[in-house]
């Protein structure tokens, strides 16, 4: 596999479960992304990793938890969600966190249908 | 930040010549100009970014002004395919980058 990999790429869950997305990286890059995409609207940032040092947290509720192992994992652990959170989750990855230096490779995203 | 400005929609026909500007007045000296394209359900992707006069890849041309207050991004002879949205960002310095509402560009056959 090459670039930014993410699985699943649709999930639908009910209000009470938990589930997780995964990211996986094949770029040997030390940055990576958590976006969210909702219908009609801009991606927004949700939590950036350096290093597996999270640098960024953009008040995200805590019932999504992200995860970082290691430099090519990163992974979005959701519970007890709710129907507004349904959207695309985007992850990318960069070789820094320099936004204006670093092109963001991105993945194809998760689908994710809240019920 | 440097807030960057651009139309909400165009469209153009097949084998026509896009150019889609966009307007970035408090940009800073140390700013580049980055372009990503956006296809539906997919992650954005890497176009181009400049930081002055022209550059060229094999996918579009970027147009910098010398006061660097707008840039203007050309796509030569498009084809349905180029139906996306293209966002235009000059993240200050260290900042994440930040994507906007973006232009939505339709080809008409």
């Known amino acids: 596999e090459t670039g930014v990999t993410q699985t699943p790429r649709h999930l639908v869950m009910g209000m009470t479960n938990k589930k997780s997305l995964k990211c996986e990286q094949h770029?040997?890059?030390?940055?990576m992304y958590w976006y969210k995409q909702s219908a009609k609207k801009p991606l927004e940032l949700m939590f950036v990793?350096?290093?597996?040092?999270?640098?960024e947290n953009n008040s995200v509720p805590s019932r999504f938890s992200p995860e970082c192992p290691n430099s090519s994992h990163l992974f979005l652990h959701l519970h007890t969600l709710q129907p507004e959170d349904s959207a695309l989750y985007l992850c990318?990855?960069?070789?820094?966190?320099?936004?204006?230096?670093?092109?963001?490779?991105f993945g194809p995203g998760t689908r994710l249908t809240v019920t | 930040l440097a807030k960057t400005t651009q139309p909400i929609s165009m469209d153009s026909y097949e084998g026509q010549e896009v150019n889609i500007t966009c307007s970035h007045n408090?940009?800073?000296?140390?700013?580049?100009i980055t372009w990503y394209q956006q296809f539906p359900s997919q992650g954005p992707r890497f176009i181009i970014q400049?930081?002055?006069t022209k550059v060229t890849n094999e996918v579009a041309s970027l147009f910098i002004p010398a006061d660097r207050k707008s840039s203007t991004l050309s796509l030569p002879r498009v084809s349905l395919s180029d139906t996306a949205v293209y966002y235009c960002?000059?993240?200050?310095?260290?900042?994440?980058?930040?994507f906007g509402t973006g232009t939505r560009l339709t080809i008409i056959p």
């Open positions: 400049g930081y002055k």
């Open positions: 990793y350096s290093l597996e040092e999270r640098v």
């Open positions: 990318a990855s960069s070789q820094g966190t320099s936004g204006g230096t670093y092109e963001q490779y």
């Open positions: 770029l040997g890059h030390n940055a």
């Open positions: 960002l000059a993240p200050f310095g260290n900042e994440k980058l930040t």
């Open positions: 408090n940009i800073a000296t140390n700013d580049y």
